[in-house]
């Protein structure tokens, strides 16, 4: 079996939910099990790993943002039970981008002090993405330190809720408004944002991952591309930055029509396998891995960096042996 790396798994810190009743009332939404997953850093987190065949898990906070000073309180507290288990976890930092330089001072300490690999963040801040210069301090961060950024899909601002709402039950709208549709067309545009920004430009060796899948841009990427070059002059265009800056992650999605469109678009060198535990067990995900190798989508050294080489050599990690 080969070793296998995952990027987007989840934990939650009981000093982060405290720090906000809305954080705290969204993981109170949660079903008993998963929380009790969520808040597992120890054995029962490596007994899972052992059950789905990962060798290393990144770990990363789920949702919300939290104050600085409550985020190096977790990510301490997170880089204590990684302490534990060096060779089977690994963190991205958790970082306050309502607070872009708070933020680039932890992502800095968190990677030359803890030992972290990058950070993961949220879609956006109060409905504001980070196309606005404001927070281009931490993209220049995490360019300067070589290590990358992933941006994670997240519920929607107070003010973009109503867009959902429609003639029928607001769950629905709520389903709508995240994992049903919203948490992956919001993530799509907001790497459309970055690129029109010129973010790119400014920062030509800036890495940044999206999960599941590529959030919908792989089938529409080929029409975009095109539409794109009638936009602000760039020096790299859309495609080149696809190619080179953008790097995506099976997580939470185990079907293989998705991945063969995932791959008709992308450099298997950019395709990372992940779960999105515990949101998705790993059992999931090992079945979705053999379901892979015997459909030959991916085969030989391809899925060698699919399952762990693109991860060690994006983040600088290496994958435990079987």
Same mark, same amino acid.
């Given at each position: 079996?080969?070793?296998?790396?995952?990027?987007?798994?989840?934990?939650?810190?009981?000093?982060?939910?405290?720090?906000?009743?809305?954080?705290?009332?969204?993981?109170?939404?949660?079903?008993?099990?998963?929380?009790?997953?969520?808040?597992?850093?120890?054995?029962?987190?490596?007994?899972?790993?052992?059950?789905?065949?990962?060798?290393?898990?990144?770990?990363?906070?789920?949702?919300?943002?939290?104050?600085?000073?409550?985020?190096?309180?977790?990510?301490?507290?997170?880089?204590?039970?990684?302490?534990?288990?060096?060779?089977?976890?690994?963190?991205?930092?958790?970082?306050?981008?309502?607070?872009?330089?708070?933020?680039?001072?932890?992502?800095?300490?968190?990677?030359?002090?803890?030992?972290?690999?990058?950070?993961?963040? &949220? =879609?956006? /801040? %109060?409905?504001?993405?980070?196309?606005?210069?404001?927070?281009?301090? +931490?993209?220049?961060? $995490?360019?300067?330190?070589?290590?990358?950024?992933?941006?994670?899909?997240?519920?929607?601002? &107070? =003010?973009? /809720? %109503?867009?959902?709402?429609?003639?029928?039950?607001?769950?629905?709208? +709520?389903?709508?408004? $995240?994992?049903?549709?919203?948490?992956?067309?919001?993530?799509?545009?907001?790497?459309?944002?970055?690129?029109?920004?010129?973010?790119?430009?400014?920062?030509?060796?800036?890495?940044?991952?999206?999960?599941?899948?590529?959030?919908?841009?792989?089938?529409?990427?080929?029409?975009?591309?095109?539409?794109?070059?009638?936009?602000?002059?760039?020096?790299?265009?859309?495609?080149?930055?696809?190619?080179?800056?953008?790097?995506?992650?099976?997580?939470?999605?185990?079907?293989?029509?998705?991945?063969?469109?995932?791959?008709?678009?992308?450099?298997?060198?950019?395709?990372?396998?992940?779960?999105?535990?515990?949101?998705?067990?790993?059992?999931?995900?090992?079945?979705?891995?053999?379901?892979?190798?015997?459909?030959?989508?991916?085969?030989?050294?391809?899925?060698?960096?699919?399952?762990?080489?693109?991860?060690?050599?994006?983040?600088?990690?290496?994958?435990?042996?079987?």
């Amino acid at each position: 079996m080969l070793p296998l790396i995952t990027l987007e798994e989840h934990y939650s810190s009981p000093k982060v939910l405290e720090s906000s009743k809305h954080i705290g009332a969204l993981y109170n939404n949660f079903p008993p099990h998963m929380l009790h997953k969520l808040n597992s850093l120890g054995d029962e987190r490596i007994q899972d790993l052992d059950r789905g065949k990962v060798s290393l898990q990144v770990v990363s906070h789920g949702p919300g943002e939290a104050p600085p000073s409550v985020c190096t309180t977790a990510n301490d507290d997170l880089a204590a039970a990684i302490s534990k288990n060096p060779t089977r976890l690994a963190g991205f930092a958790m970082i306050t981008m309502s607070q872009p330089a708070a933020a680039a001072r932890e992502l800095t300490r968190c990677v030359r002090e803890l030992g972290f690999v990058g950070a993961l963040v &949220e =879609n956006h /801040v %109060d409905g504001q993405f980070y196309d606005d210069e404001r927070f281009w301090p +931490v993209f220049e961060t $995490a360019q300067d330190l070589d290590v990358p950024i992933y941006i994670h899909p997240c519920f929607p601002a &107070e =003010n973009m /809720v %109503d867009y959902y709402k429609g003639n029928y039950d607001d769950s629905v709208a +709520v389903a709508l408004s $995240a994992y049903g549709w919203s948490w992956h067309s919001e993530t799509g545009l907001h790497i459309l944002r970055l690129f029109a920004s010129g973010l790119f430009d400014r920062l030509p060796r800036l890495k940044i991952i999206i999960g599941h899948m590529g959030e919908l841009l792989p089938f529409q990427i080929e029409r975009i591309i095109p539409g794109s070059q009638r936009w602000v002059k760039r020096e790299r265009g859309l495609r080149e930055v696809w190619r080179n800056n953008i790097w995506v992650t099976t997580s939470g999605m185990f079907t293989i029509p998705p991945l063969a469109c995932l791959l008709q678009t992308t450099s298997i060198d950019h395709v990372l396998y992940s779960i999105d535990y515990p949101f998705s067990t790993t059992e999931m995900g090992l079945k979705f891995v053999e379901e892979i190798e015997k459909s030959g989508l991916i085969v030989g050294e391809d899925l060698e960096k699919f399952a762990f080489r693109n991860a060690e050599k994006l983040l600088g990690v290496k994958a435990r042996a079987s």
